[in-house]
Every structure is written in C-alpha cells, then in structure tokens.
DNA sequence: TTGAAAGCGCTAACAG
DNA sequence: CTGTTAGCGCTTTCAA
C-alpha cells in the first residue's frame, strides 16, 4: 500500500479511501491511484484490515457438520455458501465425523481466525466451550440437532414425528415384526427418531421386539450387515424402519439385488436421496430439505450478526412421507 | 494478551511464549500464565500474529468447484479436507457455479485473506487472473480441468480415453445410433469426452449421427427432456452416452420408470453416482475418483507450501469401466 | 529466563 | 478533498 502511494504520489490514507471506495477522492486523484493498484498488482490485506477496524465483522463464519460428503450435509453447506455469498461473506468449513474433540479443534480454529459466526452441527457432549465463545461474540447457530449445555439458535426437523409417520405406516398395513436399524444413538436426532419408532407401536399397546433392533450403524456396510442379520433370523421381520440416509442405503445393499428377486420385506428409510424413486420398488422415505435446513440456518445466523439479540429460538421444520413403493409392501400371510 | 500479562503479573512476550508454547519459560511462570488465560478465556487472534509473522504461513487453503452440493465434488472436498487437517490447515470454500466472474470474485476474497494455497476447478476463460495472485506467492493447483493461461500443477482424468472405451464398448455390441447427452461444450472435460466420443466412432470409420448429440445440459431436468426427445425420434438411439453424473442422473429419470417398462435403450454414464449398480438393470459407468482427485491436489499444494519448486507437474488418473448391465442390452434388431 | 521497543498493514479520528 | 498521528494484537529483535 505504501508503495501504490508513492507511485502514485499521495498518501496511504488516499489509497485506503480508494481501495474502499469512500467518497470523498477526486476523480482524478483516485484514476491515478487505480492505475497504481493494477500496476503493482496490490490486493488489500484483509488480515491486517481487521485488525484495525475493532468490532467490525471479518465477513468469514464457520461451517461444522457431520460430514461433508455426506449429500445431506453437501446439499446445507451449499445452501449456507449462497447465502453467505450474499453477505460477502466466505465459509470456513470442517467436518467433525461426530467426535467431540474434532469438533473443538475445528472451532478452535475457526474462532482463531476471528469469524463472525458458526454453524454447528453438534456432535454429543456438553458443548460449554461454545459458550465461551459466545461471551466473546462469534454468534452460534446449532443445525440438525440442539446441543447440550448451551443457548443458541437451533434448528431441528420433527425427527420423532416423522419416524412416527413411517412406522404408522407400516403398522397399517398390517406389519407387527418391524426391525429397527439405526446409527449411533448417542446422536440426539437419532434417538428421537427411536423414539418415535418406539411411540408409534405404544400407540397400539404394541411394543417391539428386542430382537429387531440394531443400533449403532456408522456406515452403509454396517447397515448391510445388520439387515442380512435380521432377514436371516427364524422369525425375520417383515418390515424395516431405518434411521437415516447411510442406514437406508446400506438397507437396499441388502435388500435390493440386481441378480435375484428383491427380498420380500419392506422398507421406509429416514432422509431422502437420490434415486430413491429410481429403485424397484422405490423407496419410501421420510424426507427433510437440506437446502432449506441451511438457509434457515443462514437466516438465522446473519440475523444476530447484523444485531438481532431477541432469545434464542427453536425453529422445526417439517418432514414428509413420501410414499413411493418399498414401504407398501404387505407382511407375507404367516 | 494485555489483559492476561497484567493478571499474571508478566510481560507480553511471556505470555506470547507461552500460548506458543516456546521453550525459555520457567514451568512455574507458565503455569501461572496458563491458569490466567483459563480464567479470562483468551484467545490467541491469528489475524495480528500471521500480521506480525510476515512470509509466514496463514494456515489457510482455499478450495474453489463448480458446485459442492454435487456429490463428485462434496466427495473431493472432503479429501482436500482431511488432508489439510494433517497439515494443521483450514479450508475456505466456494461454488463458481461455472461462472468466471464467480470465480474471480471468490478467489479475490479467498486471496484477500492470505491464503496459502488455492484448489480451483477453473471455469472456462482465461486464468490470467490467477497468475497474479502466484505472484503474489499464493500456491494454485488445478483439478478436473486445466486452467487457460496458467502455469500450474494440475489433477485430471483420462477424460477422453474414459469416453472412448465407453463408446467403444457400446459400438462392440453392436450400436450405431449411439445418442450424445453432454454438459456445456466449454467445459474442458465435457469437449474431452465428446472427443473420446467422437474418436471412438472414427476408429471404426463411422460417423456419429448429429441428430443424435445434445450439448449443453446444465441440470438433471434438462438432461430428463433431451433424453426423451431422442427416444421420441422418428429413428431413435438405440443406446446413450451421458457425460457426466447428472446428466446420467437425468437420463436414468427418462429411460427408467417404476410403473412401466424400463426403455430398451442402452446406456453408459460418465462418473460413478450412488445406487447405479442397485436400478434395474444396474447402469454401467466410467468411474472417476473423487476421493483420490481430492487427495492428490492437496498432496500437491502442501508440496508447493513446504517449499517445492519444480515446474508444475500434470497428473494423469485412470478411469475405469465398470460393466453393469445398462451399457449391455443389445440393439433392437431392424 | 524474562522484558522493552519497534513495527507488521491497515484504518479511526482528527487536522488542515 | 487530502494528510497526519496513533494504535489494533501480536511477534521479532535485542538487551538485561
């Protein structure tokens, strides 16, 4: 910068106002001061900007999810950038692959480089280490499940609900030996949406049997094994009800095979992916909107960024049955 | 820093040595500094050290793709990502949308805040732009697809040679009216496959019919109604090439139904996409990588940060056919 | 082993 | 409209 302002024969505080675009330069004198800039190649240093201007916004705010290559959590990053793009902001990203100590190290990191704000899918765990960073201003927004210990903005799906629906659906065609296949269930979404597995049976003063349950599934072979464990059991269930997207898929794995007849048991899945709809039969799923899970969560975030200190909120998105084919498959007469 | 010096009852540069954990401070003074700067829940501000510590490292990487809400490069990200977590590095991250000025603007805030390094997949036009910011001494790796007018290191596939076996695979069973359903033609890649496209029907003397070839689909909708209106043809294909994951993605929603018969048109896709090998038949594709792309680049770029000066080097990988049955289903006999 | 002084590149606040 | 001065939070350099 120094150097734009000899070349171009004015001050630094010239050059600042230029590369700012505040008013207040003649015409002239900022023609000049440009052409400098593009000589030089000089670019602003941001790092160096922020420093000075003390409670100003660094426009840069944190993603953390689950994992990024999930499509789930592809399709609300996206959803976030755009939104961001809008503020002029960047985004910061890492995935925490449900670890707690990853998910500090990233935040650590994040609020290292000073971000405005973060986007927090939160792993289990007390998450007070937010809090601090809260007291020093970054403002937290927690996506997909709440996290404990902590006051923010939080936005969720009817996980219970939904798994509800879906296994109301299997009980009304007559299913009664529906397995549970599920990821960890310390992951907060996870377990309510057993829950509403498990409610949806109470419902009709059933409950269910112990032996169809499987928790834990942290990949889609995971979820394979644990389908053909249950199919192959004496007295296999007629119906499935799997946790989320990886689960349902590893389910299909299982069930759907290109070489012989697809096994005879049905299935409604959690989240929705692609080609669900593609599969024969297609897949019954209980589907969530990423895109609008991440811009809500945008929305939020920028929100108190630009001041908004009203008490933390709770928004509830909605799930859909989206009844396609798997899921309306009829218990075989026993 | 100020703040916790004074509780301590030390000077600045201690207190900075300790947070840096620099050896030369007594345990017991560390101590107290630790206990002090739990207490007041500092924060060391990476802005004012990377500041201070010219030609240093910002820790910092930007990663540019055309949309990471598309599997293949949420996949890649996700590499780039865990490799930048062993080098202690976070990772910005932008969408171009395949739009120049997109990138330009994403680039420039990404340079604005000093990053280290640049993973860009350039969109069509020229990179010149980048040049600078290598001036500048920001690393710039290319993937996917070489940038125009930039001297880099760059990850691709076999593009062509990828397109060709998949064409010629389909010209061995006997297709001749083979349809060409394909991405925007500025897109590097895109004109690479239709090349292979092209050649492979050259190596058996043949043509490929021009009312056969569709260029310029930018989403799976698109790719839907291309698809349909050659099968609708007076003297339709009697087999498909798609180039890319979502234009297979679209071509799949066209030829595959779940209520009536699946289309008797074969089909291979360029990229691999999650359940192809679980539709019925199962759809035969040319599989790229993500995984290992995304690795590479970042093996790369941490090479030129540590300090490698070699000329830029381009890395080749290989495709694979992976034969499932979609690109099997012979012709119609005439 | 610890500290004081200087300054990284920039902008706020005030002068001219 | 333009410039001067001070200082953001930290680290480098040198001295004690």
Known sequence: MRDVAAAAGVSLMTVSRVVN????????????????????????????RQLRRKGQLTETIGLLVDD????????LTRAVEDAARLH????LIGSSNDSLAREKEVVSAFCARRVDGLIVVPVAGSHRFLKEQQDLGVKVVCVDRPADNLDADTV???????????????LDQGHRRIGYLGDREDIWAIRERFEGFTEAFAADGLVPDPALIRHGLRSR???TRAAEELIGLASPPTALFASNDLVTMGTVDALYSSSRQREAVALVGFDEFALADKLTPPVTVVAQDPTTIGATAAQLLFGR???DTSPAREV???TRLVIRGSGEIAPAVS
Do not use: K, S
Not at 21 to 48: C, F, H, K, S, W
Not at 88 to 91: L, Q
């Open 21 to 48: 675009g505040e008013p207040g330069v003649q015409p002239e004198t900022a023609a000049r001061v440009e052409r400098a800039i593009r000589r030089l190649g000089y670019q602003r240093n941001d790092m160096a």
């Open 68 to 75: 990024l290559a999930n499509p789930f959590f592809a399709a």
């Open 316 to 318: 509830v998105l909605l």
């Open 88 to 91: 002029d902001c960047v985004v």
């Open 221 to 223: 072979a995971d979820a």
């Open 156 to 170: 969720l799906v009817d996980n219970r609900r939904g798994a509800y629906q879906a296994v109301r659906h299997l």
């Open 305 to 307: 960024i630009a001041g």
